[in-house]
């Protein structure tokens, strides 16, 4: 039996994802050409007590069964400048959260201590991540193109050609269709930056205007407006046909596909926190369905940046110190950069092409657990575990560890672990679920969130490893972890045999 996990990704916007996730086996073991129903063992159709055989009477047939094989993957995060180091990072029993440099955060204008105030941010830790400042070698994108892009689409560029090293033949023996789809939430610094350059333009103008400035030279006028540039950066010509490229969430994604030549349909999908599960699933449904033979999937943010650091405060998301998912004293998430991306085959595709597998995802399930805008649901998160069953030969007893979303918000902990308990607490387990977060080390990355989660699971899948969490110092009373039963691991472990 292969080792199972399961990865939760989940959004203020109530998108909830469920992913199931085996190791891969040994290609010596899979007879060559099998198909399908080889693969899985002739069982693809059992279903577990209580899961949804099919969603809108759609029958399961052989291509829903499908799993999917993950032959490249990458990512960067605090700290972690490639996948392996991510794992280190996992392993080290300590977080990568600290104070955020002053180019991201200007502490004089948006930084107010200890309390909720307009426009400030009472905290300013973060994991960031430097943003690239050369393209990825081998790429001959242009120097005027490259300076005109987004940090996300640069930090992209970088984790893709990470992610296409490691599938070890490059992007050029892809063959038939594809398709690109990055989880990215609205809104990118570079277009935040170029709204700001068109509010500059105006502001210029009216202070030179200004009556109280008229005795000044035109020197000292100058000063005064390049002071004002200079405090809120200025984004350089907003009227080049490169610059709106780093302007749109799908620029992203096709900034993957055309400078590593593929034949890929570019697509950006926004779910919030779930957006880069969500991405997993739209590349998933479409080489399930024929259209697409490759994907590449995952997201990318940096929310380390004074507009959502006042933001979330303004909403009493963050934390006061750091995030401590699971712990009595949890009082919010702290943001963190990163990008995790995930090239992916129909296993049966793979084998027959002799890429290496380094995990297989058997299932997605998707639901709405949105109460309210910052109020999840158990019963709404507890049908797309459900869904994701569905879809498989195995049932909830089988899978040893669950990567939550883990957000440090005591409300949110407490309705993870009571939606577990509602699938993964209906069967007869003989060892308990092994939950943890990998936020406990890099922050909340927002759109990215997913993806971190993914890579963790994958990495220790394939070290046969349970990850630990950090910054657990007592476990919050409100966790219903017996109904499980279930245990937040302080410490790296052997998988289960």
Request: proline share 7%.
């Amino acid at each position: 039996t292969p080792r199972r996990a399961a990865v939760l990704g989940a959004s203020l916007t109530g998108t909830v994802c469920h992913v199931l996730l085996e190791e891969a086996a040994p290609a010596a073991s899979v007879p060559q050409g099998a198909g399908a129903d080889a693969i899985l063992g002739g069982a693809a159709r059992r279903r577990f007590p209580g899961g949804e055989a099919s969603t809108a009477g759609r029958e399961a047939g052989a291509w829903q069964a499908e799993p999917i094989a993950i032959v490249g993957f990458g990512g960067r995060f605090a700290d972690s400048p490639d996948a392996d180091g991510f794992w280190r990072t996992m392993l080290s029993g300590r977080d990568r959260i600290g104070p955020l440099p002053a180019e991201s955060f200007d502490r004089d204008l948006y930084h107010a201590p200890g309390a909720l105030a307009l426009g400030r941010s009472y905290t300013d830790l973060g994991a960031p991540v430097p943003v690239p400042t050369q393209p990825p070698a081998g790429l001959r994108i242009p120097p005027h193109r490259y300076a005109a892009t987004d940090a996300a689409q640069r930090l992209g560029l970088d984790v893709a050609a990470e992610m296409f090293a490691r599938y070890g033949r490059g992007p050029h023996a892809l063959d038939g269709a594809g398709t690109v789809v990055v989880g990215s939430n609205l809104g990118l610094s570079r277009e935040r930056r170029l709204h700001t350059g068109l509010c500059l333009d105006d502001l210029e103008a009216d202070v030179r205007s200004l009556a109280a400035l008229a005795a000044l030279g035109p020197d000292d006028v100058e000063a005064v407006t390049k002071l004002v540039r200079d405090r809120f950066g200025d984004p350089g010509p907003v009227d080049l046909p490169t610059t709106w490229d780093g302007c749109v969430a799908s620029g992203i994604a096709a900034l993957l596909g055309n400078e590593h030549g593929l034949d890929a349909v570019p697509v950006a999908v926004e779910a919030a926190c779930a957006s880069s599960l969500a991405a997993v699933d739209v590349a998933v449904g479409r080489l399930r369905s024929g259209g697409a033979d490759y994907a590449v999937a995952g997201g990318v943010e940096l929310p380390c940046n004074a507009r959502d650091m006042v933001l979330c405060s303004s909403l009493g998301l963050l934390s006061h110190s750091r995030i401590t998912p699971f712990d009595a004293g949890a009082d919010g998430f702290t943001p963190g950069d990163g990008c995790a991306l995930f090239l992916l085959k129909r296993l049966t595709d793979a084998r027959r092409d002799g890429d290496r597998v380094f995990g297989v995802l058997r299932a997605v399930g998707a639901s709405n657990d949105a109460k309210s805008l910052i109020a999840p649901d158990a019963d709404g998160q507890a049908r797309a575990v459900r869904q994701a069953f569905a879809q498989v030969d195995f049932g909830p007893d089988e899978v040893d560890y669950l990567e939550a979303h883990g957000t440090g918000t005591r409300l949110g902990d407490r309705v993870e672990v009571a939606a577990a308990a509602q699938v993964y607490g209906t069967g007869r387990r003989t060892a308990p679920l092994h939950i943890g977060s990998a936020k406990s080390f890099l922050g909340h990355t927002f759109a990215a969130a997913g993806a971190a989660g993914l890579l963790r699971t994958l990495q220790a899948l394939r070290q046969a490893t349970l990850p630990p969490s950090v910054n657990l110092h007592e476990l919050s009373p409100d966790l219903a972890l017996d109904a499980v039963p279930a245990r937040v691991a302080t410490e790296a472990g052997p998988w289960p045999a």
